[in-house]
């Protein structure tokens, strides 16, 4: 086990001891030649994990909603038009940015737990033309996971941005910044990356670049790209000062990852969730999010009839697990569960142990020890560290 509490909601998710050891180093100068190679190897590994030889990395203290807005106040202006693909809670929340910032949105947002049709996107491009398309690749709030590919295929060649909201899925999900044609992939280290919450994310493509300098100002001063640019060069330069402890910390989570390899922690992800997934169907429980859209990263999961959400997620607690309430619409109707990042075979043995408790405590009827045998054969082997 990695905590004594298993934190299994869809971020903050555990942080691996290693991780937590490098948080705990003294803190040092950050001008300090040993912290500048930190921040070196912090900005490579996560171009590497963006998988992209271009893409111009930018790590600053914050967390996802400021990657989320210098991804777009740098590369959008005031009286431009951003075409939102929302599915759900954080798609919706680059609405309410565009909106703060003088920025027109059409928002085309699915029914909750579904994804929006490519041919939606298709239309809309036909119509239209946007400064930037926005895609939440996975949204926290319902489980989905946005079909990017099929996205990108209709914006390859046009003249709209696009941003990606990787968030939830990046170090869980495969993210190919330069084949996807990205130009801003925005992030955050506390979910698939499995380092702590505090930092602001974002890979910027040339032309995402090109179209901050060609402005003279933007609305921001902190999160000005340009002001940042020369930091990200050369982490030796000052322009705020960084935080360096978490800077250590998620360079030494992106080693995790690099170790770990990309291929086989993305299977990984895809053998938890099926394995998760597999326990759920035995205990009876069934999935909010549609399927052939449903993300590895987190589990979206109807409650029970007649089950209310605070008594089960007390139930829950009080065997060691805490997972997530349902956001908006499904208040009360669902509970969220992460599985991502350093999550492995204990812990989602420990948490469908919880689950079967919790449910029979609720009078539930479950068949004792269903869940983790069907999940048991789908798990993965640990992985490498
Ligand atoms: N986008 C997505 C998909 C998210 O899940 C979240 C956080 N749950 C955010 C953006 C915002 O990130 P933060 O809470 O770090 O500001």
Request: with cysteine.
């Given at each position: 086990m990695l905590e004594e509490t298993l934190t299994m909601i869809p971020g903050p998710t555990p942080v691996h001891p290693q991780v937590l050891a490098a948080l705990a180093r003294p803190t040092s100068s950050h001008v300090a030649p040993a912290f500048v190679e930190s921040f070196r190897k912090a900005l490579a590994g996560f171009q590497a994990l963006g998988q992209t030889a271009t893409g111009q990395p930018v790590i600053v203290a914050g967390g996802g909603t400021l990657a989320m807005e210098m991804g777009i106040i740098n590369v959008v202006a005031p009286g431009e038009r951003v075409l939102v693909l929302s599915h759900g809670y954080f798609g919706d929340r680059f609405r309410d940015l565009l909106e703060a910032f003088g920025i027109g949105c059409d928002l085309l947002q699915a029914p909750w737990g579904q994804a929006v049709a490519p041919a939606e996107l298709a239309a809309r491009l036909a119509a239209n033309r946007y400064a930037a398309v926005t895609i939440t690749h996975v949204d926290t709030s319902t489980g989905t996971l946005a079909p990017v590919e099929a996205y990108v295929d209709l914006l390859r060649g046009r003249p709209e941005l696009v941003i990606l909201d990787g968030v939830c899925a990046t170090g869980g999900i495969d993210e190919r910044f330069d084949d996807w044609g990205l130009d801003v992939l925005l992030t955050a280290p506390q979910k698939a990356i499995g380092a702590p919450p505090g930092l602001a994310l974002c890979l910027f493509s040339e032309r995402a670049l090109a179209r901050r300098r060609a402005r003279t100002a933007v609305p921001?001063?902190?999160?000005?790209?340009?002001?940042?640019?020369?930091?990200?060069?050369?982490?030796?330069?000052?322009?705020?000062?960084?935080?360096?402890?978490?800077?250590?910390?998620?360079?030494?989570?992106?080693?995790?990852?690099?170790?770990?390899?990309?291929?086989?922690?993305?299977?990984r992800h895809g053998r938890i969730a099926a394995a998760v997934r597999?326990?759920?169907?035995?205990?009876?429980?069934r999935l909010f999010t549609a399927a052939g859209c449903r993300a590895d990263t987190l589990s979206v999961i109807l409650l029970p009839e007649g089950i209310e959400d605070p008594a089960f997620r007390q139930a829950m607690a009080a065997r060691g697990a805490v997972v997530a309430g349902g956001l908006g619409p499904i208040a009360g109707k669902a509970f969220r569960l992460g599985h991502m990042g350093n999550i492995a075979a204990g812990e989602v043995v420990a948490v469908l142990g919880a689950l079967e408790g919790s449910l029979q405590a609720l009078g539930v009827r479950v068949e004792p020890g269903a869940a983790i045998a069907a999940a048991a054969p789908l798990l993965p082997a640990p992985a490498p560290r």
């Amino acid at each position: 086990m990695l905590e004594e509490t298993l934190t299994m909601i869809p971020g903050p998710t555990p942080v691996h001891p290693q991780v937590l050891a490098a948080l705990a180093r003294p803190t040092s100068s950050h001008v300090a030649p040993a912290f500048v190679e930190s921040f070196r190897k912090a900005l490579a590994g996560f171009q590497a994990l963006g998988q992209t030889a271009t893409g111009q990395p930018v790590i600053v203290a914050g967390g996802g909603t400021l990657a989320m807005e210098m991804g777009i106040i740098n590369v959008v202006a005031p009286g431009e038009r951003v075409l939102v693909l929302s599915h759900g809670y954080f798609g919706d929340r680059f609405r309410d940015l565009l909106e703060a910032f003088g920025i027109g949105c059409d928002l085309l947002q699915a029914p909750w737990g579904q994804a929006v049709a490519p041919a939606e996107l298709a239309a809309r491009l036909a119509a239209n033309r946007y400064a930037a398309v926005t895609i939440t690749h996975v949204d926290t709030s319902t489980g989905t996971l946005a079909p990017v590919e099929a996205y990108v295929d209709l914006l390859r060649g046009r003249p709209e941005l696009v941003i990606l909201d990787g968030v939830c899925a990046t170090g869980g999900i495969d993210e190919r910044f330069d084949d996807w044609g990205l130009d801003v992939l925005l992030t955050a280290p506390q979910k698939a990356i499995g380092a702590p919450p505090g930092l602001a994310l974002c890979l910027f493509s040339e032309r995402a670049l090109a179209r901050r300098r060609a402005r003279t100002a933007v609305p921001a001063y902190y999160a000005d790209l340009l002001r940042w640019l020369p930091v990200m060069q050369d982490p030796g330069r000052y322009y705020s000062t960084p935080c360096v402890n978490e800077i250590v910390a998620l360079g030494e989570a992106l080693g995790l990852i690099q170790r770990e390899g990309l291929a086989a922690r993305f299977a990984r992800h895809g053998r938890i969730a099926a394995a998760v997934r597999a326990g759920l169907d035995a205990l009876g429980l069934r999935l909010f999010t549609a399927a052939g859209c449903r993300a590895d990263t987190l589990s979206v999961i109807l409650l029970p009839e007649g089950i209310e959400d605070p008594a089960f997620r007390q139930a829950m607690a009080a065997r060691g697990a805490v997972v997530a309430g349902g956001l908006g619409p499904i208040a009360g109707k669902a509970f969220r569960l992460g599985h991502m990042g350093n999550i492995a075979a204990g812990e989602v043995v420990a948490v469908l142990g919880a689950l079967e408790g919790s449910l029979q405590a609720l009078g539930v009827r479950v068949e004792p020890g269903a869940a983790i045998a069907a999940a048991a054969p789908l798990l993965p082997a640990p992985a490498p560290r």
